[in-house]
């Protein structure tokens, strides 16, 4: 399967927005940031000098994806760095794989 090199390319306008939205409250929610959801912007980087998440948070992040929206975020896959660079392209790759 071949991965478009810009993924939100295949998204209507309209829904990237909403599903960055979604995933910035589950952030806060899952890890218990003191950070407003709607207060992250969506291009910060999730690691270093961003959000400053580590392993272990983004493990948690993915298991809640994996409940929501019903696909697996597979710790071994070659495209995490890619994937988890910042809340847009997490919700790219949310709004391609999702079954629900």
Known sequence: M???SDPTAALPAS???????ELAALFVEA?????AAAD???ETS????GLGLDSIDIL????EVSQRYGFQLRS???????IFQNLRSLA????QHRTK
């Open 60 to 63: 948690e992040v993915a298991l």
């Open 76 to 82: 071994d896959d070659e495209n995490n760095q890619k």
């Open 92 to 95: 790219a790759h949310v709004a």
């Open 40 to 42: 992250i912007d969506p």
């Open 31 to 35: 890890l218990n940031l003191e950070t």
């Open 2 to 4: 071949s991965v478009p």
């Open 15 to 21: 829904d990237l927005p909403t599903l960055e939205r």
């Open 46 to 49: 999730l690691f270093g000098d």
